[in-house]
């Protein structure tokens, strides 16, 4: 049987679900909107039902998407029709939101979470979108869990505390990176300098930092604790007061790491120092014992 979805909402992930779901061939039953202007975004879509009335959704989706504000979740959900809330399973697609939340308003239910910035009408570069899957039974994870592979990889969440950090590593690679690049970019622009030709820097150090995530792999006058430099940088920050608590708290950050690194590798040469001694003795001890035993021998 071709599974066929429900979606609440018609923002930025309402859209891309509506995307990934109509390339997978799946039957689009309903779009329930709450702004009539961004409906020519699913113009596109082969959506059989469109309103704004969630109390009059019919029933026969598989699923139905609550792809709306983590603080809507539980009102929406529980408006929603009994023969929903009792045939479909209910998700939600909130990382920071318990998937608990629904249990009251569902038999079944779950949360898939993109690990992705989502904006409508643009496809992702990588259309291989990551996704936290966590649901209330055998029976919903199952269907959840391939739903989740049209989107890209599946990871599934074995707690709420484990999505929770998950989204945290998220927000600090995707959010704070961007609004350090956001801030670069106002400098540049205030210094008429040009912020294109950092492009190949930025990508490059992604593309490093995806496949060496490693203090030692660190460069920059932080990493070489060049003071020289590092003064020289923070002069030039002097009437940019952000900027420079920024740089002095990415400066700490760095070195600290690297002294990290540092310790674990002293650590390292030392044990390996004492375990060559060891067999170094060892080796001594069972030569003498061998000779010893030859000179009785003959």
């Not at 120092?273 to 069972?286: E, H, N, Q, R």
Request: contains cysteine.
């Amino acid at each position: 049987m071709i599974p066929s979805a429900t979606i609440i909402g018609a923002g930025n992930t309402a859209w891309h679900v509506a995307r990934v779901l109509s390339e997978s061939g799946w039957i689009l039953n309903e779009l329930v909107y709450r702004d009539a202007k961004r409906l020519p975004l699913f113009a596109d879509y082969p959506i059989s039902r469109i309103h704004n009335d969630v109390s009059a959704i019919h029933a026969g989706s598989t699923l139905c998407f609550l792809c709306v504000p983590d603080r809507a979740i539980s009102e929406v959900a529980a408006s929603l029709p009994a023969h929903v809330r009792q045939d479909a399973v209910i998700v939600h697609m909130s990382g920071t939101t318990d998937a608990s939340v629904l249990e009251t308003s569902a038999r079944q239910y779950g949360c898939l979470w993109p690990i992705q910035t989502l904006v409508a009408g643009q496809t992702p570069h990588s259309r291989q979108i990551p996704v936290v899957v966590m649901a209330s039974c055998l029976e919903a994870l199952d269907v959840l869990t391939r739903t989740a592979h049209q989107f890209g990889p599946v990871y599934i969440a074995h707690s709420e505390q484990q999505k929770q950090k998950m989204h945290l590593t998220a927000v600090m690679t995707g959010n704070f990176i961007f609004g350090l690049l956001v801030s670069v970019k106002k400098y540049c622009d205030q210094e008429h300098l040009d912020f294109t030709l950092l492009a190949p820097l930025i990508r490059e150090s992604m593309e490093k930092g995806l496949t060496q995530p490693d203090a030692a792999a660190q460069t920059g006058p932080a990493a070489r604790r060049d003071s020289h430099r590092l003064e020289q940088h923070r002069y030039l920050l002097a009437n940019l007061p952000e900027m420079r608590t920024l740089y002095n708290a990415m400066t700490h950050l760095i070195q600290k790491n690297q002294q990290k690194e540092k310790n674990r590798l002293r650590l390292k040469t030392s044990l390996c120092v004492k375990y060559l001694g060891v067999v170094s003795l060892a080796a001594d001890t069972i030569i003498k014992v061998h000779f010893s035993f030859l000179n009785k021998i003959i």
